[in-house]
């Protein structure tokens, strides 16, 4: 895929990663799992700036904010050898400290290199904060939805796994439980996103997965979640009751009126 001009970032970013795999030799697992998942966020986030007819310059800057938006993980997991913020650090500040002091973006004009970090900054925030700047805003909005989208991948594939061969960090080490707290799944059916201080198993942490439909932002994205079959295989891996039944039926038509246009 093209790269848009970005061979130079394409080319830090491996050998950047490759130094977190050595320093992790013993446990690189959860590093090449961050890898694939910045790939991925990348080809989605390209392909819904081809979506949105963005032009050329605009695409490079969605290529290199969609590879590097989690640049921060490698060097928090290698430090803390967690992917939990609240535990080590938030890794949105820290990925955007990190391509600062390698001037890894230094191609593009000071502008640009801002609209970057500060998408970046606003990745993993729990409501987007509004920015004044339309072109700051479209690329926020953008990498949380491809985010969002790969993310649904890497835990669909995980609970494909058995229980034995997943690797905790997908489930922000949670532990297990039989059901899901009435808090979390208040949040979901008030259509809002579940607080984090409500998620205290993983089947918590599976219903903020789901009430994140409630924050995509384009249409292409709805469209994706419906025709990748997220919401049902999400369904699966949660206890198979009524209230959880009818927050997966309403979550539904929700993306279902969206994908449509409405
Ligand atoms: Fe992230």
């Given at each position: 895929?093209?790269?848009?001009?970005?061979?130079?970032?394409?080319?830090?970013?491996?050998?950047?990663?490759?130094?977190?795999?050595?320093?992790?030799?013993?446990?690189?697992?959860?590093?090449?799992?961050?890898?694939?998942?910045?790939?991925?966020?990348?080809?989605?986030?390209?392909?819904?700036?081809?979506?949105?007819?963005?032009?050329?310059?605009?695409?490079?800057?969605?290529?290199?904010?969609?590879?590097?938006?989690?640049?921060?993980?490698?060097?928090?997991?290698?430090?803390?050898?967690?992917?939990?913020?609240?535990?080590?650090?938030?890794?949105?500040?820290?990925?955007?400290?990190?391509?600062?002091?390698?001037?890894?973006?230094?191609?593009?004009?000071?502008?640009?290199?801002?609209?970057?970090?500060?998408?970046?900054?606003?990745?993993?925030?729990?409501?987007?904060?509004?920015?004044?700047?339309?072109?700051?805003?479209?690329?926020?909005?953008?990498?949380?939805?491809?985010?969002?989208?790969?993310?649904?991948?890497?835990?669909?594939?995980?609970?494909?796994?058995?229980?034995?061969?997943?690797?905790?960090?997908?489930?922000?080490?949670?532990?297990?439980?039989?059901?899901c707290s009435e808090k979390a799944l208040a949040d979901?059916?008030?259509?809002?996103?579940v607080d984090y201080r409500h998620i205290v198993?993983?089947?918590d942490?599976?219903l903020m997965?789901?009430?994140?439909?409630?924050?995509?932002?384009?249409?292409?994205?709805?469209?994706?979640?419906?025709?990748?079959?997220?919401?049902?295989?999400?369904?699966?891996?949660?206890?198979?009751?009524?209230?959880?039944?009818?927050?997966?039926?309403?979550?539904?038509?929700?993306?279902?009126?969206?994908?449509?246009?409405?």
């Open positions: 895929m093209n790269s848009y001009g970005n061979d130079d970032i394409h080319a830090w970013f491996g050998r950047y990663t490759r130094h977190h795999m050595l320093i992790n030799s013993t446990d690189r697992y959860p590093v090449s799992l961050k890898i694939v998942h910045c790939q991925r966020v990348r080809r989605e986030a390209l392909t819904l700036g081809r979506d949105l007819a963005l032009d050329t310059r605009d695409l490079g800057i969605t290529d290199a904010a969609g590879l590097l938006h989690d640049i921060g993980r490698f060097p928090q997991y290698s430090t803390h050898k967690t992917f939990v913020d609240s535990v080590s650090v938030n890794h949105a500040e820290l990925g955007a400290r990190v391509l600062k002091e390698n001037l890894v973006l230094r191609k593009f004009s000071q502008r640009e290199q801002e609209r970057i970090l500060t998408a970046i900054r606003y990745h993993n925030r729990a409501v987007l904060p509004a920015d004044r700047d339309r072109k700051v805003h479209l690329l926020s909005r953008m990498l949380r939805d491809a985010d969002k989208l790969d993310i649904w991948r890497v835990f669909t594939e995980h609970n494909k796994l058995s229980k034995d061969a997943r690797n905790n960090t997908v489930d922000q080490d949670l532990p297990d439980g039989d059901s979901i059916m008030a259509r809002k996103l198993s993983k089947n942490f599976a997965r789901l009430a994140w439909v409630y924050d995509v932002n384009f249409t292409h994205t709805f469209r994706e979640i419906l025709a990748r079959n997220y919401l049902q295989t999400l369904h699966l891996t949660l206890p198979q009751n009524d209230k959880i039944k009818v927050a997966f039926e309403a979550a539904l038509t929700y993306v279902e009126q969206r994908a449509a246009g409405l």
